[in-house]
């Protein structure tokens, strides 16, 4: 696969994940395109809050399902079923950051990243 080819599948991975948040009403959904930060894996780091952590929850799931209507994917990685403040889902080239209002707040995920290009997204 050529970098072309590889960087176009993370990006649509990216936008499918965009999807998942949007059909559970996440809100402030970013992209952060990490490809020019040197200390990182992932071609996209998306992130989006939610009010509470039953849809938190809710937003993990839809975008795990989104995900796997197109690209036959599981996530790699998962933290944080448990408690529905903070989710990840490391789909290796995209790791997605689901927070509760309040822990996003308080962690600022897109202030430590400064140096990525954002994206931002209406919430549908």
Not at 61 to 84: A, I, R, T
């Amino acid at each position: 696969m050529s970098k072309k080819e590889k960087t176009e599948l993370s990006n649509k991975l990216a936008e499918v994940v965009v999807h998942g948040m949007q059909e559970k009403k996440g809100h402030e959904i970013v992209k952060l395109d990490m490809r020019e930060i040197n200390a990182t894996i992932s071609d996209y780091f998306v992130i989006c809050h939610a009010d509470s952590n039953i849809q938190v929850n809710a937003i993990a799931k839809s975008v795990e399902d989104e995900v796997y209507k197109v690209f036959k994917q599981d996530p790699w990685h998962k933290e944080g079923q448990g408690n529905g403040e903070w989710i990840l889902l490391d789909f290796v080239d995209v790791v997605v950051h689901i927070f509760k209002t309040e822990t996003r707040q308080h962690y600022r995920i897109e202030d430590l990243w400064g140096d990525a290009k954002i994206q931002s997204y209406q919430s549908a």
